[in-house]
């Protein structure tokens, strides 16, 4: 049974920092891609960042490009997402997800950017 637990939210001030950790159980974790999502109020999720299964290969949506950084720990079954130069914009839940299980999403960490 797949289980995803994201932590690492908070409230932080713009140009702030946050690290988000999300720990994975329930699955072969080494041998997925990882996806990062977010969902502001009144939009739909979408795809912050993807990371391959060895973590050699990451790609960003636009709006975050050069700001965050997404990694992993396969020994850790957990994968990061490391948010610098915040803004108000990146204001979100933020969810990891894990194809193995298509309609699973965890509880997410609630990220608030404002002074």
């Known amino acids: 049974q797949v289980q995803l637990v994201e932590s690492g939210g908070g409230l932080v001030q713009p140009g702030g920092s946050l690290r988000l950790s999300c720990v994975a159980s329930?699955?072969?974790?080494?041998?997925?891609?990882m996806y990062w999502y977010r969902q502001a109020p009144g939009k739909e999720r979408e795809l912050v960042a993807v990371i391959t299964s060895a973590g050699t290969r990451t790609n960003y949506a636009d709006a975050v490009k050069g700001r965050f950084t997404i990694s992993r720990d396969n020994a850790k079954n957990t994968v990061y997402l490391q948010m610098n130069s915040l803004k108000p914009e990146d204001t979100a839940v933020y969810y990891c997800?894990?194809?193995?299980?298509?309609?699973?999403w965890g509880q997410g960490t609630q990220v608030t950017v404002s002074s």
């Open positions: 997800y894990t194809p193995v299980d298509s309609n699973y």
């Open positions: 329930g699955f072969r974790f080494s041998a997925y891609t």
